[in-house]
């Protein structure tokens, strides 16, 4: 009867000292603050951290997995960014009266660069959908230009 109890006792026991040094430990508390920073979507934060945690403990997976999907995010993000600041110059030149050949020929660069850029781009299983899917409407935006600036 004693060993009925005394096994899944034992195993308790395990847990509960896996969860208070998983809780307690320095670097596991950073990846826990660099899994948040990622989920909120602040990136070179959740780098950062889990940077940080990662050197601490070489063994922490959680911390490097964290530091992985960060910087592919921020890749992501840095595309996104390079597409907005683009596509914002293109329609200032679109606002002129005429496009000159130079304008057409920059146009044509700028959507060279983000089409070709994306291609770059490798998301994994965990990368955040929204991201990806935001990126691809720009790759997409620009391929259409690209083929209109062509013609």
Do not use: C, W
């Not at 005394?6 to 508390?29: C, E, K, N, R």
């Not at 955040?128 to 230009?145: P, T």
Request: without cysteine; hydrophobic residues 40%.
């Amino acid at each position: 009867m004693q060993n009925k109890f005394f096994f899944p006792f034992i195993a308790l026991g395990l847990l509960f000292t896996m969860l208070v040094y998983f809780v307690m430990h320095p670097s596991y508390q950073k990846s826990l603050q660099a899994k948040y920073y990622y989920e909120v979507g602040d990136y070179k934060q959740a780098y950062s951290l889990a940077n940080e945690a990662f050197s601490m403990d070489v063994y922490n997976r959680m911390a490097s997995t964290v530091m992985a999907q960060s910087k592919t995010s921020m890749k992501y993000q840095e595309y996104i960014d390079q597409a907005k600041s683009y596509l914002k110059e293109i329609n200032e030149m679109a606002a002129k009266e005429t496009l000159s050949d130079a304008d057409r020929a920059r146009i044509k660069m700028m959507s060279e660069i983000v089409v070709d850029s994306f291609t770059k781009l490798a998301p994994s299983v965990i990368t955040d959908k929204d991201l990806v899917d935001e990126a691809r409407k720009y790759h997409d935006n620009f391929e259409k230009l690209l083929e209109k600036v062509n013609r």
